[in-house]
């Protein structure tokens, strides 16, 4: 189940004067914790954002000398106009100019110096460096902006076996390794969540804070063998500036954490009905026939009916965000889009301000992906119908303008 990465950041109040906005959120403090209670009432009454009919920027390889993208893992804007991508279908990592030349291509699959197992983050770093985290090898490494490999980190101690982790970049070049467990960490039988301890670390790898532990993507264990629960909800994470943005995903709600581990506030917004129905089921056993084409209708079903499921559907799915603090919050997907070979569809976003307080809805189109908004542009991969993906940047139309 893809994920993707949230930002949540600054505390000021984002209103326009004079506007009586009462009814539609609270603000309140408890215990020194903010909490923002979004109303029904703001759901209805927000703006609505838009992205441009076609894209600013498309990088699309044909092979030589930029090469065609299958499986982005990671991407992120440089100064300079720079853009780093990370494919780990070829195991390599490609800076390109952000109007799409190529600038430079390194790595390849293996374990040893420069090379890559699973690509997972990416992390801009002072000057024209970048660091390049690999979850498999529990490497951090650094390269220039020529590819040529400064130094690595093992973070294998911090790591722990940990099933699955991603590192976030905070300013003065620390870092958060944010981990998401998997069937491999606390395996029990049932549907479970395992928790897993996240923290601030130096560019060393040297522990400097914990966030505590958060819940992981929802699992199975058992006679079934192991793997995702069907219909699970996933955990989100991010950073922006010296903050930690969490969206575990078993409520409408994030919670922001600063660099001591402490919690500072709280965003809900109004549930909804996640009950899930034949519909969806249907939908997965359909999905699942055009993924397996091989294996007999009947088997397909018998499968699905004794596989572990959650309890309910996830509230959300997807948070990305904004160098201006604001949060995107993405609608479920639906359960197809939880097997291979489905592009992501046209789905509907929850943008926050920096308080917490909704502020607009945003679509983005059938096939794209966004991961980060910088400036006016929302950045992003698209999956064509073949599998192939093109790395595009969007501008983004605020009050339909």
């Known amino acids: 189940m893809r994920s ?26 408890s215990a020194g914790i903010t909490i923002v209670e979004n109303k029904p009432a703001i ?24 090469p065609r993208l299958r499986q982005v893992t990671a991407l992120a804007p440089l100064p300079g106009k720079r853009l780093v991508v990370l494919d780990q279908g070829a195991h390599e990592v490609l800076l390109f100019h952000q109007e799409g030349e190529l600038l430079a291509r390194f790595g390849r699959e293996g374990d040893g110096p420069g090379e890559f197992r699973q690509l997972a983050s990416v992390l801009p770093l002072p000057g024209d460096s970048v660091g390049i985290y690999d979850s498999a090898l529990r490497m951090f490494s650094v390269f220039d902006a020529r590819g040529t490999l400064g130094r690595s980190v093992s973070l294998e101690e911090a ?8 590192l976030l970049p905070l300013p003065s070049e620390e870092m958060v ?24 670390m130096g560019p060393d790898g040297d522990k400097r804070a914990s966030y505590g532990s958060f819940p992981g993507a ?54 909804h009905d996640r009950t899930i129905t034949t519909r969806h089921e249907e939908e ?3 999905a699942a026939l055009v993924a397996e084409p091989q294996v007999p209708r009947a088997t397909i079903r018998d499968i699905l009916s004794r596989a572990p499921r959650a309890a309910r559907l996830p509230p ?21 889009y939880s097997l291979r070979g489905h592009r992501p569809p046209r789905r509907e976003w929850l943008v926050f301000d920096t308080l917490g307080v909704l502020m607009a809805k945003v679509d983005t189109p059938e096939g794209f992906q966004p991961y980060q908004v910088v400036g006016s542009r929302v950045w992003g991969t698209f999956t064509h119908e073949d599998e192939t993906q093109s790395v595009q940047a969007y501008t983004l139309l605020r009050n339909g303008g």
């Open 4 to 29: 993707t990465l949230l930002i949540l950041a600054g505390l000021g109040l984002a209103a326009c004067a004079g506007v009586d906005r009462s009814p539609e959120y609270t603000v309140l403090d």
């Open 43 to 66: 759901m209805t009454r927000t703006e609505v954002w838009s992205l441009a009919a076609d894209p600013e920027v498309n990088i699309s390889g044909d092979g030589e000398p930029v």
């Open 159 to 166: 790591v722990q076996g940990r099933f699955r982790s991603v």
């Open 177 to 200: 390794l944010f981990t998401v467990s998997g069937p491999g960490m606390g395996f029990r039988d049932g549907v479970f969540r395992a928790r897993t301890e996240s923290l601030r």
């Open 218 to 271: 929802e699992v199975f264990g058992g006679l079934q063998g192991a793997g995702l629960a069907l219909f699970g909800a996933t955990t989100y994470a991010t950073t922006l500036g010296r903050r930690l943005v969490v969206g575990t995903g078993e409520a409408p709600e994030i919670t922001l954490f600063d660099t001591t581990g402490t919690l500072e506030r709280i965003v809900r917004w109004p549930d």
């Open 284 to 286: 997965l056993f359909e």
């Open 316 to 336: 959300y799915e997807g948070m990305v965000g904004s160098d201006d603090g604001h949060v995107w919050i993405g609608s479920y997907q639906g359960p197809r």
